[in-house]
């Protein structure tokens, strides 16, 4: 099979897998979405959905956050790691969001990127999820996959994000990058992948390998 055809079957294979493949955290409006993706730093989805089931009913808007003492947005995110970084940028990016955005969070990466915190994946994540903006951000999941399938032979997450936009085609990017979130954290995790029953078999050179030995 040539490479363009190995593409085509694993962008399939997955969307198939997830037609409805969109972010896991949990929220109301967009303001929620991007507060939900700066506390998700160095934490799972599954911890933040917990903290923010309880902590969101009181956080809708900038001004909510902005209204609270610091100690109590503390309390009610100190399961998260880095809660005290965390609550303190949070709050500033409530402060800009509210004095320089009327309360509407922009959807732009560069001005996005003018909020404290937020980082270009923080804004790329948002604008995928909200915009369906073709990007596709590589973290530890997407990194593991692409390597195993051998779309790339690369060493860190970053070497991954520089040419991973250029494997797939714009218009999959939105998608492949919610699909594959969830495909390498359910079915290609990094400990024990389900490859006997996998659809990606055909294309992988991580299961040929394996078979091989
Ligand atoms: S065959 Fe195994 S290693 Fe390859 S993509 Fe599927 S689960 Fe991952």
């Known amino acids: 099979m040539n ?15 997830y037609p409805d ?10 303001f929620q979405l991007l507060i939900a993706i700066l506390m998700s730093a160095q934490t799972t989805d599954k911890q933040v959905n917990k903290v923010n089931r309880n902590f969101f009913h009181y956080l809708k ?9 610091v100690d109590e947005i503390k309390d ?12 303190e ?14 309360n509407i969070v922009p959807h732009d990466v560069d001005e996005l990127q003018k909020l404290p915190w937020v980082w270009v994946k923080t804004a790329k994540v948002f604008l995928s999820v909200t915009d369906n903006a073709p990007f596709l951000w590589v973290d530890t999941h997407v990194h593991r996959v692409l390597n195993r399938v051998w779309f790339v032979t690369t060493k860190t997450p970053l070497q991954t994000d520089k040419i991973a936009d250029n494997i797939f085609s714009k218009g999959d990017l939105a998608m492949i990058h919610n699909t594959l979130i969830l495909f390498g954290r359910y079915n290609c995790n990094a400990r ?4 006997e029953t996998c659809k990606l078999q055909e294309v992988c050179r991580y299961y040929k390998n394996l078979k091989r030995n």
Request: net charge positive.
């Open 3 to 17: 490479k363009k055809d190995k593409i085509k079957l694993f962008t399939s294979t997955l969307f198939e897998l």
């Open 21 to 30: 493949a969109l972010t896991e955290l949990v929220y109301e409006n967009e």
């Open 61 to 69: 808007k900038p001004q909510d956050w902005i209204d609270m003492w």
């Open 76 to 87: 009610f995110i100190d399961s998260i790691s880095f809660f005290n970084n965390k609550a």
């Open 89 to 102: 940028n949070i709050y500033k990016t409530c402060i800009l969001l509210k004095n320089e955005y009327k």
């Open 192 to 195: 024990k992948p389900n490859c």
